[in-house]
């Protein structure tokens, strides 16, 4: 375990951002891979956060009751962001995510709308998963623009299963 500015670390991974700290603004430092459960839970301080591309994962509640941050912006190597992550982050207007998405063939489970209301337009599916949800991806804007879904050719089951959720779905 090591500290940097008041943040426990333990080799790649942040594991607490104190919720007493008071910065407005941090930039998660250049080789952590993970941001552990719970990391910035409850900081009603911190409006801004920055994430290198070295971070591949979110952990459960990690942001949870962060009601003061405004503005996240992801790893584009993020392949996780776990349940919860954001919760109770009342003030949260930007989360920016890559506009083009690969999920690689080591993801099993994508949740229902994980994410809906976001600027992603195309997903790149590498191999086939266990679960996707409904409404995976839903444009935000009037009438919002087409979406791109890529799958591996000998995934045919799989084109159907995602086609006969979204026609169940409602959208």
């Not at 301080?45 to 070295?54: A, I, K």
């Not at 584009?76 to 890559?98: K, M, R």
Request: aromatic share 14%; glycine share 8%; proline share 5%.
């Amino acid at each position: 375990y090591y500290i940097q500015d008041g943040v426990l670390f333990f080799n790649d991974v942040l594991v607490a951002y104190p919720e007493s700290k008071t910065d407005r603004e941090y930039a998660v430092p250049g080789g952590i891979r993970y941001i552990g459960e719970y990391a910035f839970m409850y900081n009603r301080s911190l409006e801004r956060v920055t994430m290198p591309d070295s971070v591949i994962k979110i952990g459960s509640s990690a942001f949870g009751g962060c009601t003061a941050l405004a503005d996240v912006q992801l790893s584009a190597n993020l392949q996780v962001i776990d349940s919860g992550a954001f919760w109770n982050c009342y003030a949260l207007e930007n989360i920016t995510l890559p506009m083009q998405l690969t999920i690689p063939a080591s993801v099993r489970y994508v949740g229902d709308e994980a994410f809906a209301l976001s600027p992603v337009l195309k997903v790149h599916f590498e191999g086939c998963v266990d679960y996707v949800g409904i409404c995976v991806i839903t444009p935000y804007g009037q009438g919002g623009p087409n979406i791109e879904v890529f799958v591996p050719s000998f995934e045919y089951a799989y084109v159907e299963q995602l086609q006969e959720k979204y026609e169940n779905s409602g959208v």
